[in-house]
């Protein structure tokens, strides 16, 4: 602590740049594209698993869906599925928060701790149960506020269509605020070691609005990523013979085998990506806005 420099009075915020912070993704992927592509492996193998599950205690109901190719193409249908049977909705629910723990931990740990050991960053261990813990805890605060906004919607339905647009605008920035004020969360979880709400809205407090920025830029970035990706899929299949042609099994060729396989791969790096640029821009928020604390600190003994 004695050795660091203490920031210049009025420059406190010098350190967190949300543009910066927002690109942490970006960085991640160029400078370590082995470790991106390890993390898409993993993830395949945790997606298998969730299948491989979904299909037994779901039995003929997903393996019909699977065979017309609903799966991605229909994700209401899924879900719809899963909710007929809440013992599989759970266990999935539950599988699904553990392993994007285990990638956004392996994230986390790439950035805030990138010399402790692991197969490409990847543990599996206390940190990433916690992180899995606080997910679910972050979907539950979401779903509350869901089911706060329908009803305030239909209160505010008595009042016509001017009363439900801005029972429905102050539930969004409700949201909002909730989210961005939590949104410190997993990486002080990471850090710490501790689940604690009070002690991540406090690391935020202050920084709303360059926290703001840094999502919104986050999710454009990753939204750019999102339309190059869909923009290449859509080349490869319609050189291969359209999405007929990789559908009906009948028609399969080498060519159309290729397709479905760089189409898969587009779809995991795409998840995967997802995750690291959702995830890396908090870690780095985490570790600057820490050390902007700890200058103040300093600055004031």
Known sequence: MAGRVALAPGNTMARFSPSDAALEGFRLTREHPGVVLA????????????????????????????????????PEATAALLTQSWPAFL??????????????????????RPAEPG????????????????????????????????IGARGAAQSGTVGVVVA??????????????????????????????GLAWRKTEGHFWR?????????????????????????????????????????????????????LVLQLLLQVLQIVMIYAPFAVAYRDLALVTDEIAVAGT
Not at 174 to 195: D, E, M, N, Q, Y
């Open 168 to 197: 429905g605008a102050a539930t969004l920035i409700f949201a909002i605020w909730i989210g961005v004020r939590l949104s410190l969360l997993l990486p002080t979880v990471f850090v710490t070691g501790k689940i604690s709400l």
């Open 119 to 150: 197969f490409a960053h990847l543990r599996v261990g206390r940190d990433e149960l916690r992180l899995a813990a606080a997910n679910l805890i972050c979907i539950l605060i979401y779903v509350i506020s869901a089911v706060v906004g329908v």
């Open 211 to 263: 926290l703001f920025g840094m999502i919104m830029m986050a999710v454009i970035f990753y939204v750019i990523v999102y339309i190059l990706f869909s923009i290449i899929s859509v080349v490869v299949v319609e050189l291969s013979g359209g999405q007929a042609a990789i559908q009906d099994i009948a028609r399969l060729t080498p060519l159309t085998a290729i397709t479905v396989l760089i189409t």
């Open 39 to 74: 993390w898409s492996a993993v993830y395949f193998g945790g997606i298998l698993l969730i299948g491989l599950t979904m299909m037994a205690t779901l039995g003929p109901q997903f393996i019909a869906l699977a065979r017309k190719g609903q799966l991605n193409t229909d």
């Open 91 to 112: 266990l999935v629910l539950l599988m699904t928060a553990v392993l994007m723990s285990i990638i956004a931990a392996g994230v986390m740990r790439l950035v805030l």
